[in-house]
């Protein structure tokens, strides 16, 4: 989904640490919370996805081939799935990974036993690049109800360039305890364990790089292996494509093809019963910037390499091969897809007489969003799908094909009508949560990649689909006039504006009239005067450059710069009184206020933590100001002067995000809803008290990674949170 610059370095260390046998996947450092910091236990809390329906890329989904309905699918940074096929959903499998292993929710590769359906095997680890943790590796023996954890001494990469390819995992088909890791800067990796310590594999000749993308894929053809190899240069004598057959010595596939149409092997698929090995080819990693690329086909006994490639790319028309996929039950029956084909759009080819002729599976078909109407991006018809770097073929029903793209992951069952089959799997990034004291919905979220919804149910996808007029890709700003909630307004990336307003709750947007120069590449938070008479939008690049903040008392129709506001810093609205917004500068650790609807800000109180754009301030609902700031480690902050003044507060080491929600029965003040480390433990709490005392809600099957972007209470229901994830999507909870 979000890939980010690539620069890192990382150096293979020759075994990997110990593993643990992991029954209930532990939080680092989990503690008995300390009795002084919390309260009586709160009751069991239910925990559930808001519907909305894939979001992110499903880069991979592996049928196991001896059990009809035993499926696995991996994302780019949204864990890993197995599929029940009674319930026909998907059930996640890494949601107990904690905040400090949030870098290991993102699934590089998965691997399955042919002879042991109860074996699975992930590679885990989602950024190469010096700031993110090892990767890790985990086994389970009961399909991914418990696992094995081997933590790695190298880096992964499954929500970088090249997340497409693979799988880059492989169980030798010679011994079950063999395990093969292809690795991005580190070569390829060893294990006769079972995982549980890996080494650099002997014999496998490429130079590892450090900007590269080193192993590629990894494939069996019977009781060969071959390996992929991406950090070839495109020459006619460069070798991609590596295969062993004694597990020792590998060696140059002979006859390859070579040359820029062949530059890097994506994916390989064998067909076992014509002794056919195909594989795709592109020039880039991707999912982005590839236009050239083909499909071959190796046969395996005689070494004769034939060209099978659906439609040459070339001119205007530059695309790439990805996916690949052989039918288990009818010999020479093969499809695979292109991806980044921007001019026709991608597509499936299929072939079922060995790669001769070819049909583009995207022309008889028709494409049903029903259950997710966002995938229809404000247009009135879906589309096939972009970034379509993966294919799978049901080994037990030729005609259930299912492929991934950016959003969803969609299948088939008869190869002409398509609907996501995406049911339990969410992989949302969301950013904000609005939960409004009246009207339908219950909540508005905005996320990364589709903008923002209104959720007029949290059991369905929402019906309107993603906010349209304008579309924006990703989520700057939401805010809501607190003493009147039908205004709200919204913030993003997006060709056609970005910001726009609503008068009906968020259902409906008109754009603004006008917007500042700086919105189009620096669109940031925005803040709404509690009656919706003043709008203050900070602008923000995505590469942290800040810019003078906007001020509009017209509904977006002017604007006019707002000197003394602090670059770049959030602003938050007093909930009470209209003439009274707030800011955080977390360069300087000031507070700053303004008493004149925005148009200046003056410092208040001073010496407060900073350094860190992730600081955060809440203002309590239907109280003037009663601000609370979130400092991550540096811990939580509370004042009940407008600012002038803030303490710490005692009861928690650190505060990530915060938010408040309807009482609890008997209690005089607000429920706050907390993502904190209190007694040592880090986790989702709940105070009745304003925080003298805290309830842990969330337990350790449901960490879902890093939760500090945003938390939120219902203001009409005790007890019920929303929670925002980065790759899980949007957690409700309540009272089991």
């Given at each position: 989904?979000?890939?980010?610059?690539?620069?890192?370095?990382?150096?293979?260390?020759?075994?990997?640490?110990?593993?643990?046998?992991?029954?209930?996947?532990?939080?680092?450092?989990?503690?008995?919370?300390?009795?002084?910091?919390?309260?009586?236990?709160?009751?069991?809390?239910?925990?559930?996805?808001?519907?909305?329906?894939?979001?992110?890329?499903?880069?991979?989904?592996?049928?196991?081939?001896?059990?009809?309905?035993?499926?696995?699918?991996?994302?780019?940074?949204?864990?890993?799935?197995?599929?029940d096929d009674g319930a026909a959903r998907w059930i996640p499998l890494l949601?107990?990974?904690?905040?400090?292993?949030?870098?290991?929710?993102?699934?590089?590769s998965l691997a399955i036993d042919p002879a042991r359906p109860e074996r699975l095997y992930l590679a885990l680890g989602s950024y190469t690049q010096s700031w993110a943790g090892n990767g890790a590796f985990l086994r389970s023996d009961d399909r991914g109800a418990t696992w094995t954890r081997t933590?790695?001494?190298?880096?992964?990469?499954?929500?970088?360039?090249?997340?497409?390819?693979?799988?880059?995992?492989?169980?030798?088909?010679?011994?079950?305890?063999?395990?093969?890791?292809?690795?991005?800067?580190?070569?390829?990796l060893k294990s006769t364990d079972r995982g549980a310590t890996w080494a650099a594999a002997t014999g496998f000749p490429p130079v590892p790089s450090a900007s590269g993308q080193g192993v590629t894929v990894l494939v069996a053809a019977g009781r060969t292996l071959y390996a992929g190899?991406?950090?070839?240069?495109?020459?006619?004598?460069?070798?991609?494509?590596?295969?062993?057959?004694?597990?020792?010595?590998?060696?140059?596939?002979?006859?390859?093809?070579?040359?820029?149409?062949a530059k890097m092997p994506m994916r390989a698929a064998y067909d076992a019963r014509a002794g056919e090995l195909y594989v795709t080819y592109a020039d880039a990693p991707g999912p982005n910037g590839q236009s050239n690329g083909s499909v071959h086909k190796l046969a395996v006994a005689g070494g004769t390499?034939?060209?099978?490639?659906?439609?040459?790319?070339?001119?205007?028309?530059g695309f790439a091969y990805g996916g690949a996929a052989v039918d288990a039950q009818r010999t020479g029956t093969v499809v695979v897809s292109t991806n980044n084909r921007w001019s026709g759009g991608d597509t499936l080819f299929r072939t079922t007489d060995g790669g001769r002729t070819w049909t583009s599976l995207k022309d008889t078909a028709t494409i049903d969003v029903t259950e997710t109407p966002f995938l229809k991006w404000g247009k009135d018809a879906p589309t096939f799908g972009w970034w379509i770097q993966m294919v799978a073929v049901d080994p037990f029903d030729s005609q259930h094909i299912v492929y991934g793209t950016g959003a969803t992951l969609y299948g088939t069952r008869d190869l002409k009508k398509w609907a996501p089959q995406i049911r339990g799997l969410e992989e949302t990034s969301v950013l904000f949560l609005i939960s409004p004291p009246a009207g339908q919905a219950h909540l508005l979220s905005g996320s990364r990649d589709i903008g923002t919804l209104y959720h007029?149910?949290?059991?369905?996808?929402?019906?309107?689909?993603?906010?349209?007029?304008?579309?924006?890709?990703?989520?700057?700003?939401?805010?809501?006039?607190?003493?009147?909630?039908?205004?709200?307004?919204?913030?993003?990336?997006?060709?056609?504006?970005?910001?726009?307003?609503?008068?009906?709750?968020?259902?409906t947007w008109t754009p603004f009239k006008s917007q500042p120069a700086d919105a189009k590449e620096a669109p940031g938070p925005i803040a709404t005067t509690a009656d919706g008479s003043a709008l203050v939008w900070s602008f923000v690049h995505w590469d942290g450059t800040k810019h003078a903040t906007q001020r509009s008392a017209d509904n977006g129709a002017t604007w006019s710069?707002?000197?003394s506001f602090p670059a770049g810093a959030t602003p938050v609205a007093d909930p009470v009184d209209p003439k009274v917004l707030y800011a955080f500068d977390t360069a300087t650790g000031k507070l700053f206020a303004s008493?004149?609807?925005?148009?200046?800000?003056?410092?208040?109180?001073?010496?407060?933590?900073?350094?860190?754009?992730?600081?955060?301030?809440?203002?309590?609902?239907?109280?003037?100001?009663?601000?609370?700031?979130?400092?991550?480690?540096?811990?939580l902050f509370r004042s009940t002067d407008g600012g002038r003044s803030f303490a710490k507060v005692a009861s928690c080491e650190a505060s990530y995000t915060l938010g408040f929600g309807a009482a609890a029965d008997g209690a005089s003040y607000l429920s706050v809803y907390h993502v904190a480390t209190v007694g040592g433990v880090t986790g989702v709490f709940r105070s009745d008290d304003a925080a003298k005392t805290w309830q842990r809600i969330n337990d350790d099957r449901h960490q879902w990674g890093w939760i500090g972007q945003a938390i939120t209470g219902d203001p009409r229901i005790p007890g019920m949170v929303y929670l925002a994830t980065n790759g899980r999507g949007i957690q409700f909870g309540q009272s089991a």
């Open positions: 989904m979000h890939a980010s610059d690539l620069s890192r370095r990382t150096v293979l260390a020759g075994t990997a640490a110990t593993a643990a046998f992991v029954g209930l996947p532990s939080l680092q450092g989990r503690a008995r919370a300390t009795e002084s910091a919390v309260g009586a236990a709160a009751a069991p809390y239910d925990w559930r996805n808001v519907v909305i329906g894939g979001t992110g890329f499903v880069t991979g989904v592996v049928f196991h081939p001896a059990v009809k309905g035993l499926a696995y699918a991996r994302t780019d940074m949204g864990g890993a799935y197995r599929w949601d107990w990974l904690s905040q400090d292993d949030a870098n290991l929710l993102g699934v590089e933590d790695l001494k190298v880096k992964l990469g499954s929500n970088e360039d090249g997340r497409g390819t693979g799988e880059r995992l492989l169980l030798d088909p010679r011994n079950s305890d063999t395990l093969w890791l292809g690795t991005r800067h580190d070569g390829l190899w991406g950090d070839g240069d495109g020459t006619a004598t460069a070798n991609t494509l590596y295969r062993t057959t004694d597990g020792t010595t590998w060696v140059p596939v002979p006859g390859q093809p070579t040359g820029p149409t390499w034939t060209d099978v490639t659906p439609v040459k790319p070339g001119g205007s028309d007029d149910r949290l059991t369905a996808s929402p019906a309107g689909g993603l906010a349209t007029n304008p579309v924006f890709t990703t989520a700057a700003g939401l805010a809501q006039a607190a003493n009147k909630p039908s205004y709200v307004v919204r913030t993003g990336t997006g060709d056609n504006g970005n910001g726009a307003f609503s008068n009906d709750g968020g259902q710069v707002v000197s008493t004149d609807k925005g148009l200046t800000f003056a410092a208040r109180a001073i010496g407060l933590p900073s350094g860190d754009a992730g600081y955060q301030l809440a203002a309590a609902p239907g109280r003037s100001g009663d601000l609370w700031l979130s400092t991550k480690g540096n811990g």
